[in-house]
């Protein structure tokens, strides 16, 4: 069964912290996302990756960062959290292959609240 | 640039009602059109995908249909149950370049025993 996974399903951090959250795809996917998800605003992406050491910025990447050092594995970094970064995070991947048609597979979430 | 647009919810319905999810789309290019289901608790996961125009998507009853003429991939259901309940998203990606998907915002559906 393919599967992605993500390192926390809950997590409560505090203003200014660094929280890393992990996500990691057992597919061989070559592209991989993170969004955020807030009701009534859908998922929004934060960064994506079509490569190893490969980023592009999504539509909200202010106060966050990314980090691909392998394929299977995308990290997302907050530098300094703060309140209104309490959010859902999900992690997804998509293969590139032909008829793949960017088929989304998501990790189960992880809820962040920052204090 | 790409957009979709989906009802607002959240829809009550009683099991075995009938369930239409409005959903239209504006795109540059040729997309293929997804409908995700987000259950409780959990990440979302496909429920259907059309890929051209006046392809039927459907699965576990869900059916929509990609109409190019009125930009719209409405999600329909015969007859709902209590286990339908959850959160559903309608989305496009360009099958050309690029490797984002645009999502709606979600429509929230109960359904009642």
């Known amino acids: 069964d393919v599967k992605v996974t993500q390192s926390s399903r809950y997590l409560v951090k505090r203003t200014g912290e660094k929280v890393f959250l992990e996500c990691v795809q057992d597919?061989?996917?070559?592209?991989m996302f993170w969004y955020r998800q807030d009701p009534g605003l859908g998922l929004r992406l934060i960064y994506f990756?079509?490569?190893?050491?490969?980023?592009e910025k999504g539509d909200i990447p202010e106060g966050y960062s990314v980090s691909r050092e392998k394929k299977e594995r995308f990290s997302l970094i907050l530098e300094s959290a703060s309140t209104n970064q309490t959010s859902m995070y999900l992690c997804?991947?998509?293969?590139?292959?032909?008829?793949?048609?960017?088929?989304?597979?998501f990790g189960p979430g992880t809820r962040l609240t920052v204090l | 640039g790409d957009s979709v647009t989906q009802m607002e919810g959240p829809v009550t319905l009683s099991e075995e009602a009938f369930l239409t999810i409005n959903c239209t789309y504006t795109?540059?290019?040729?997309?293929?059109l997804f409908w995700y289901v987000q259950y409780p608790g959990e990440g979302l996961q496909l429920l259907l995908k059309?890929?051209?125009?006046?392809d039927k998507g459907s699965n576990k009853g869900f059916e929509a249909t990609y109409r190019k003429e009125t930009t719209s991939f409405h999600l329909e259901k015969g007859s709902v149950q209590v286990s339908d309940s959850a959160v559903y998203f309608c989305?496009?990606?360009?099958?050309?370049?690029?490797?984002?998907?645009?999502f709606g915002a979600g429509t929230r559906l109960f359904v009642k025993a």
């Open positions: 997804a991947s998509t293969s590139r292959g032909q008829g793949s048609y960017n088929e989304q597979f």
């Open positions: 597919m061989d996917h070559e592209n």
């Open positions: 990756s079509y490569d190893v050491k490969m980023k």
């Open positions: 795109a540059t290019g040729y997309p293929s």
């Open positions: 059309a890929t051209k125009a006046d």
């Open positions: 989305a496009l990606s360009e099958n050309t370049g690029g490797f984002k998907t645009i």
